[in-house]
Nanobody, 116 residues
Framework: QVQLVESGGGLVQPGGSLRLSCAASGSIFSINAMAWYRQAPGKQREPVAVITRFGTTNYADSVKGRFTISRDNAKNTVYLQMNSLKPEDTAVYYC??????????WGQGTQVTVSS
């Protein structure tokens, strides 16, 4: 059974930090590159960070140098450390298989709001 549980979101001031976590079912996590996505109000969901099962990472230009994706294979968990947050980072954040894989299920996501 597919399971994705995101957590760690919240309200933070500009310049602040948050660390998101995603617990994924083994059927997804063990064989796929994973990614964090976000969807802002009125916008399409977009990938912001990708990590392969071997630890290679890639980032959207908008978050490069501020966000860091990591994974703990023993815990089937993916993390997103977000620093120097900006109001435009406000969105619901989701984790899932990386772009290019077939995706049929999304978790509930976690809301990140950056505001003073």
């Amino acid at each position: 059974q597919v399971q994705l549980v995101e957590s760690g979101g919240g309200l933070v001031q500009p310049g602040g930090s948050l660390r998101l976590s995603c617990a994924a079912s083994g059927s997804i996590f063990s064989i796929n590159a994973m990614a964090w996505y976000r969807q802002a109000p009125g916008k399409q969901r977009e990938p912001v960070a990708v990590i392969t099962r071997f630890g290679t990472t890639n980032y959207a230009d908008s978050v490069k140098g501020r966000f860091t994706i990591s994974r703990d294979n023993a815990k089937n968990t993916v993390y997103l450390q977000m620093n120097s947050l900006k109001p435009e980072d406000t969105a619901v954040y989701y984790c899932n298989k990386a772009p290019g894989y077939s995706i049929s299920y999304w978790g509930q996501g976690t809301q990140v709001t950056v505001s003073s």
